[in-house]
Each structure stands twice: as C-alpha cells, then as structure tokens.
C-alpha cells in the first residue's frame, strides 16, 4: 500500500506515493535501510530529472549525503571527493571561490552530486566525465560497495552505464572529481561569446564566465521552484548524415550539430516546428520560452505530463519520421 507522499521530492511538484521514504545520511544508513525495507527501491537526489507519472510500489532512498573533501593534490591538479546528496551548483560555486577550474560551465544544473554522472550532464560544451575520476556505490541488492573508475561507465550524451546495464542497481555515495589548479576555461559555446561580448570580457575569470552562464539559463529556463518542470524533456535525437540530408531537402532551417560521424538534431526545433510550442492540455503544458522544457500547469497528477509527452513524440515521428525519446527518468508508468 503506498503512503508518503513525494511531492516534496521532484521538481515537477506532482503528487504521486511511494511506500516508504527514507533519507539517506551515511552509509550506515544505507545498509539498515535495505535490512529493515524489502526490495524494490528507487533512489532520488534533488528529483530534479524525474516525471512520476504514478504511484509507486517501492522504498525511496532520498540521498542526503554531505560533504566535499580534498583527498590528494599535486601542483596542477586536486581531487575532490564529494557526498552523493551535496547540491550540485555548491559544488560548483565552491571549486569557483577554490580557484579549481572544469566545473564553471556546468553552473547552476539543478539537482544532487550523486545524479550527475547517471546522465553524464552536461551544458555549454562541457560534460561531467570531463573532470570525473571515479565514484562509489553501494549494491541495493547484496549492500556491498563498488568503486566505479571512467573507463567503467561507459559515458556518452546524457548517457553511462547506470542508464543501462546497471540502471537502477546501486545507490551512488560519493563521487570524486579532478580539477585543474589552472585557470582553464571553454567558452566555445557561442551565447556565452555573444554575452562576454556584451560585458567586455576579455579575459573571464572563472566566476565572470560561471555568472554568465547562471544568468543565460534563468533568461531561458523556467525555475522549478515556481513553474514545474525537468529541464529538457527529451533528448536530441542523433541520426545518420544521409536522414540529415534528407530531412534539410524537406526543412532547409532544420538546427543540427555534428555528432561525430553523425548529426544531433534540436528536438526542441522539432517540437517547435510540429507546432507544441505554448500548447496547453489537462494541465500539462510546453513551455513558451522553450519548446523542449514541458512544465506542470496545474496538474497534481505526472500522468498528464506523460500524456503529452507521448503526444508530442508521436506527432514528431509522424511529421518528421525521427524518434524523440525522454531524457527524463518516467517512473511509476500506467
Ligand atoms: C530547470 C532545469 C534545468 C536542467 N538543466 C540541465 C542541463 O543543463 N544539463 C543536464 O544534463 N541536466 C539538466 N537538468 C536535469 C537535472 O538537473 C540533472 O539530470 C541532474 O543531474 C538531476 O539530479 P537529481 O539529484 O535531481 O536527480 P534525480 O531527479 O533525483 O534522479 C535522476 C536519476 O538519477 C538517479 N539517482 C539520483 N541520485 C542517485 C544516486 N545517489 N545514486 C544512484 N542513482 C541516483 C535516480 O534514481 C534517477 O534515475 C535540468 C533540470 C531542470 C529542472
């Protein structure tokens, strides 16, 4: 029977029940909560890239683990291990005031610590497993710990191995970063160009390029405090240069990036262009400002959000013949 209420815990604010919930401070708490709670269970960080679309038949982990702590350095480089329930965006203003550079980019991505490496997140150019060295996981079926280095887990495009092989396996405790005690930045990545720009920057400082990003993110993204929502519902789509060239024949305004030997297709122009963009149903809606962010617009019940969700993804696969699939973690599905 399903009795607490995780509205609290995901930022689309919908209310949907688990069966227990239980936050999680140490390791310590870890184990007995896998002695005293039968399987199955979920674990959750900020809820921040999770649609409940209904209720669920599990115990929720919430991880709460704190802490960031220098565990070796040399005169280039410090490792930073981090507790799995630390927000991200602490983390990253904290290596800013250090002068530890690799994370400013990946400045103000909501959500936990322990989180960042499932999807590998990634904004402006710049992805986790770029600084990532290693990180470690309790089993939620034996309890025994796992030490899981880069090469492990199999990172790619808001991808790693804990999105497949080992979805849902283990509960990620600490994960541990290297950062460069030299100033090394990206900025590639062409709105943040225009907007150092605009500022006569020349020469940004790890916190000019950090501020510039947090204010291009809240000029563009709805804050899940007052609009609910996960950032980017779907994935951009990536397929073969030949369907590209196809489909830019048919769109000749079609927004791509080369992927490789491929090509990433804006799911967002996608969306858009089907004609979602604004539109509003039972509750559940697209954002105005971006067609790739779906909102809550007054639903207490994920399921609505998973409705449109599927909507869209059908009415872009009819239009374009691509298939758009959610970066979002769906739990709970009917
Ligand atoms: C406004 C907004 C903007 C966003 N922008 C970006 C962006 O630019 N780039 C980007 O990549 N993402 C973005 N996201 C998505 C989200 O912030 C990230 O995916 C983030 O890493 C989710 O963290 P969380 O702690 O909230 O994870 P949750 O939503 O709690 O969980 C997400 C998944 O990770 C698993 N998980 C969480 N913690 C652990 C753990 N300790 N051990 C094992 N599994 C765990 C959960 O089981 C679930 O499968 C955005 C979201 C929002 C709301």
Known sequence: ???ASLQPFNSFGVNAHCKNLIKIYSEQDIYDALLTYEAPYNVIGGGSNILLAGDLESTVLVNQIKGIQVVDEDDNHVLLTVGGGENWHNLVLWSISHNLSGLQNLSLIPGSV??????????????????????????????????YYKEDCQFGYRDSVFKKEDAGKYIITHVTYILSKKVEINV???AIQAELKNRNIEDPTLKQISDVI?????????????????????????????????LLLKYPDIVAYPANDKMK??????????????H???GAAV????????????TDNGGDIWQLAMDIQADVLSKFGVEIVPEVNVWGRP
């Not at 007052?226 to 030949?242: C, D, H, M, R, Y």
């Not at 954002?287 to 007054?298: M, P, T």
């Open 1 to 3: 029977m399903s009795s």
């Open 114 to 147: 322990g989180a960042a490496p499932i999807q590998n997140i990634g904004a402006y150019g710049v992805e986790q497993s770029q600084c990532f060295h290693s990180l470690r996981a309790i089993s939620l079926s034996t309890g025994l710990t796992k030490v």
């Open 188 to 190: 590639s990545y062409g």
């Open 214 to 246: 947090c204010d291009i993110r809240v000029s563009k993204l709805p804050d899940p405090l007052l609009i609910g929502n996960a950032g980017s519902f779907f994935k951009n789509p990536i397929i073969t240069e030949q369907a590209y060239e196809d």
């Open 265 to 278: 297709l804006s799911a967002g122009w996608l969306i858009d262009r089907a004609g979602w963009k604004g």
């Open 280 to 282: 509003s149903q039972n």
């Open 287 to 298: 954002y105005k400002n971006h067609a790739l962010v779906l909102i809550n617009d007054g």
